[in-house]
């Protein structure tokens, strides 16, 4: 049944918007754009960096503010911030010093910069997949700097960090860092089952979509949120309507209101043609 006071649709990207291929399909953008095109809100908000969500947010023809690094940062499309939350450096100073005792991978995440210890195949995949098409030529989406040891000292960096990432293909080892994680005055959440992103206490897309509606004067109430994975949940939880989608975990999807299709099966799109274009009964 149609939800006729829907104003702003939230949509996380990985998982839920893109499939594997990372390619929105056909379905999918249709029923984005017919959104729109109602006067409906697009927003996009995932722990990406501000220009890999720019270029989906601008293929959609999307007008809309997105957010970026889990709601580190809101960002316009013309690049306009309209809010910075960093993690502060002292907090940030204490967290790599746990993070080097654990040893295990992460990236710290700037503005459009990447911060790594060593290159990798895997990563320099990652980046040319997130590089931006301009006509004939191919530019990166954000730059990367591989920092050594150095990576491990907050005094190395020259400019705001919003987000770590860690992984492990050990579910152990990432639950016990959760843990470890507790005492410090952060917002934990996870991307999917081998992840950790660690960002400021009052970066989450839950408080995104709050700021986000007082920018647009929109009531929380009239908001449609999307997502597939913990990080969601807090915009989950603050929207009107939440829906889950089918390849989320149990958590996400008992926080919902309704659980659509997978992302490999136009989840995105199946939500969006029931709860705001379907006829009123």
Known sequence: MAHPSIRLLAVDLDGTLLPQSKQILPRTREALRQAV?????VVLASGRMP?????YADGLELTDPYAA?????LAQQDGQRLLRLPIPQPT??????LLKQAGLPLQLYGDNHLFIQEPDEHLLRWFKR???KTGKKTTPA?????????LFSAEAFREEIYK????????AEVEQLHRQLVRFP????????????????????GEALHFLCNHLQIPLEETMAIGDNTNDLPMLRAAGLAIAMGNAPAAVRNAAHWVTQDCEHDGVAIAVERFLFAPQH
Do not use: M
């Not at 770590?164 to 579910?171: M, R």
């Not at 089952?193 to 660690?198: F, K, P, R, S, T």
């Open 142 to 150: 954000f730059r990367v700097t591989a920092l050594g040891d150095a």
């Open 51 to 55: 220009a890999s969500i720019g270029v």
């Open 92 to 97: 940030l100073a204490d967290l790599l010093r």
């Open 69 to 73: 690094l889990n709601g580190a940062i």
């Open 37 to 41: 095109q109602k006067g409906i809100h």
């Open 130 to 132: 997130n590089a931006v």
């Open 186 to 205: 952060v917002t934990v959440a996870s991307s999917a089952a081998h992840n950790l992103e660690i960002t400021a206490p009052a970066a989450d897309k």
């Open 164 to 171: 770590i990432a860690v992984f492990s293909g050990n579910k």
